[in-house]
């Protein structure tokens, strides 16, 4: 069935760094990618997605990269704040098939102060 | 943005029992609802694809008659949880879906005693 595995678990970067998440995912037909924070007991909040005939995307501090070939993508946290710290989810999605959304494990970003 | 609501927010009841747990698209349609299960500190599980006017499509592993959805309205997709135990003891969250956004419900947290 569908998978997506997502690196690291946990992450802990210092104020200021960046962060790099990684997922990579099975389904070919997958072609929406989102990524959500999710705090603890709450819904997941969307922050930043790229479809598949895109193969970057950028807002402010945040930024997405697609590689369909290798079905790769990865997230990237510039300039990081300890508001950041959060757990963050890829997921995959098929949006001409249903649009069923399977996430990854999460990672855990500690940014230290 | 689209509205989704999720009652009720908490619940405790006692082994054995049944539990619903309603979601609702506030300010929008929804033929397809997704219902999800999330333990503590682990990722979003998709149990299952709730269709409005069809039944439900459930994940590989997921008991279909332990874990009922009805979708019997374009506003309204329902999770009854059948003779719950403790191992179902977990945070459900559901999500919906307008054009081509999903939206997630704000979660409902189970325990089971």
């Known amino acids: 069935g569908e998978n997506v595995e997502q690196h690291p678990s946990t992450l802990s970067v210092q104020e200021g760094d960046s962060a790099v998440i990684k997922c990579t995912y099975s389904?070919?037909?997958?072609?929406?990618f989102p990524w959500y924070k999710q705090e603890l007991g709450k819904r997941p909040q969307l922050i930043i997605d790229?479809?598949?005939?895109?193969g970057e995307k950028k807002d402010q501090r945040i930024a997405v990269t697609l590689n369909k070939t290798a079905k790769h993508f990865s997230l990237h946290i510039t300039e990081t704040q300890p508001e950041d710290s959060a757990v963050y989810f890829c997921?995959?999605?098929?949006?001409?098939?249903?649009?069923?959304?399977?996430f990854g494990a999460g990672t855990r970003l500690f940014v230290k102060a | 943005g689209a509205v989704v609501s999720q009652h009720p927010s908490r619940v405790i009841c006692k082994s054995g029992t049944s539990v619903k747990i309603e979601c609702r698209s506030l300010?929008?349609?929804?033929?397809?609802m997704f219902w999800y299960r999330q333990f503590p500190k682990q990722s979003l599980m998709l149990m299952a694809t709730?269709?409005?006017?069809?039944?439900?499509?459930?994940e590989q592993g997921v008991e279909k008659d332990k874990f009922l959805i009805n979708h019997a309205s374009l506003t309204l997709s329902t999770l009854t949880v059948t003779s719950a135990h403790p191992e179902d003891s977990s945070f459900y969250i559901c999500?919906?879906?307008?054009?081509?956004?999903?939206?997630f419900g704000e979660g409902s947290w189970l325990t089971v005693v």
């Open positions: 999500s919906a879906l307008s054009g081509n956004t999903i939206y």
């Open positions: 389904d070919s037909a997958s072609n929406y």
């Open positions: 790229i479809r598949s005939n895109v």
């Open positions: 997921a995959a999605s098929d949006h001409t098939g249903g649009f069923k959304t399977i």
């Open positions: 300010d929008f349609q929804a033929t397809t």
């Open positions: 709730s269709n409005e006017g069809s039944k439900a499509t459930y």
